[in-house]
């Protein structure tokens, strides 16, 4: 009920900030809208952990930046690689998935698939499948880089090396 | 002069944004194989589409406009690695081989295994 209540105000606010125009009429429309998502969002079962608003605090927007970066970066790289793809070396990279909620599994994989050169091909409940562009590329999931990002993201400690 | 500023800004962003595009695209054609065009559509997935729409935010200036640009790429930054993934799952379902390096390991040993809602 908590995550149905939290979603619904993000619904709301999401209007008002998008319609812009604030006039009766509308204002019902936007609540009919509301009404009907938060309706087909229960009726579906999407409704989760996922939907409370300080799901990972502050380290939210870092995380973000430090993606930034990253994509900046990965970017550049397969830009390089664009003009002499003679150059590449594809391979198939596992890695575990350490992480204690689903939310970090699924920003893991996505942040994976965000970065240029690598992609996910599978994730399922301890393994994540990817395909890399090349050895630079797969550096970011092999070394284990990404993996402590999510996990300092969660607010999980760092395993011992 | 800062109005100056910002308008270079600005135009650096949008031209840069452009400008990985089409390296998006040239690599999406000069890439071998399935599995590697993908990484070369990423490119105009995130960094094109970053660029261009911070460009487009500086043009805006602060109003509701530039809150609704920021929405399009936050959207656009969850859905475009979820159509990427969903692409490259569909085809491994579907026996696509990949070109790997010697060094690599195979992918036929994961297909079998499926994606368990975690």
Same mark, same amino acid.
């Given at each position: 009920?908590?995550?149905?209540?939290?979603?619904?105000?993000?619904?709301?606010?999401?209007?008002?900030?998008?319609?812009?125009?604030?006039?009766?009429?509308?204002?019902?429309?936007?609540?009919?809208?509301?009404?009907?998502?938060?309706?087909?969002?229960?009726r579906m079962k999407v409704v989760g952990e996922e939907h409370a608003p300080a799901i990972f605090?502050?380290?939210?927007?870092?995380?973000?930046?430090?993606?930034?970066?990253?994509?900046?970066?990965?970017?550049?790289?397969?830009?390089?690689?664009?003009?002499?793809?003679?150059?590449?070396?594809?391979?198939?990279?596992?890695?575990?998935?350490?992480?204690?909620?689903?939310?970090?599994?699924?920003?893991?994989?996505?942040?994976?698939?965000?970065?240029?050169?690598?992609?996910?091909?599978?994730?399922?409940?301890?393994?994540?499948?990817?395909?890399?562009?090349?050895?630079?590329?797969?550096?970011?999931?092999?070394?284990?880089?990404?993996?402590?990002?999510?996990?300092?993201?969660?607010?999980?400690?760092?395993?011992?090396? | 002069? /800062?109005?100056?500023? $910002?308008? &270079?800004?600005?135009?650096? *962003?949008? =031209?840069?944004?452009?400008v990985f595009g089409v390296i998006g695209g040239i690599g999406l054609i000069r890439f071998p194989d399935f599995?590697?065009?993908?990484?070369?559509?990423?490119?105009?997935?995130?960094?094109?589409?970053?660029?261009?729409?911070?460009?487009?935010? /500086?043009?805006?200036? $602060?109003? &509701?406009?530039?809150?609704? *640009?920021? =929405?399009?790429?936050?959207?656009?930054?969850?859905?475009?690695?979820?159509?990427?993934?969903?692409?490259?799952?569909?085809?491994?379902?579907?026996?696509?081989?990949?070109?790997?390096?010697?060094?690599?390991?195979?992918?036929?040993?994961?297909?079998?295994?499926?994606?368990?809602? $975690?």
């Open positions: 009920m908590r995550e149905a209540f939290f979603l619904t105000c993000w619904l709301v606010l999401l209007w008002l900030a998008i319609s812009g125009v604030y006039k009766p009429v509308i204002l019902l429309l936007g609540i009919a809208s509301v009404m009907l998502v938060l309706w087909l969002s229960l605090g502050w380290r939210l927007p870092v995380f973000w930046v430090w993606t930034l970066v990253e994509i900046v970066r990965s970017n550049l790289h397969v830009a390089r690689l664009t003009f002499s793809p003679e150059k590449i070396s594809p391979r198939i990279v596992t890695t575990d998935v350490p992480f204690r909620t689903s939310v970090a599994k699924v920003v893991y994989g996505n942040t994976c698939t965000l970065t240029p050169g690598t992609v996910t091909l599978m994730l399922t409940r301890d393994k994540l499948v990817a395909h890399a562009l090349d050895q630079t590329s797969s550096e970011t999931l092999t070394s284990g880089r990404l993996a402590r990002k999510v996990l300092w993201l969660e607010g999980s400690p760092e395993p011992e090396k | 002069m /800062l109005e100056w500023a $910002i308008n &270079l800004a600005s135009w650096f *962003l949008l =031209l840069t944004g452009g599995y590697s065009r993908l990484h070369g559509a990423g490119v105009t997935d995130t960094l094109c589409a970053i660029c261009i729409v911070f460009g487009l935010a /500086l043009q805006s200036g $602060i109003s &509701l406009l530039t809150l609704k *640009l920021m =929405l399009i790429l936050l959207f656009l930054l969850f859905t475009a690695p979820t159509a990427t993934h969903a692409l490259a799952r569909a085809a491994m379902v579907d026996e696509v081989e990949p070109l790997l390096d010697e060094q690599s390991e195979s992918l036929a040993k994961h297909r079998g295994e499926r994606s368990s809602s $975690i």
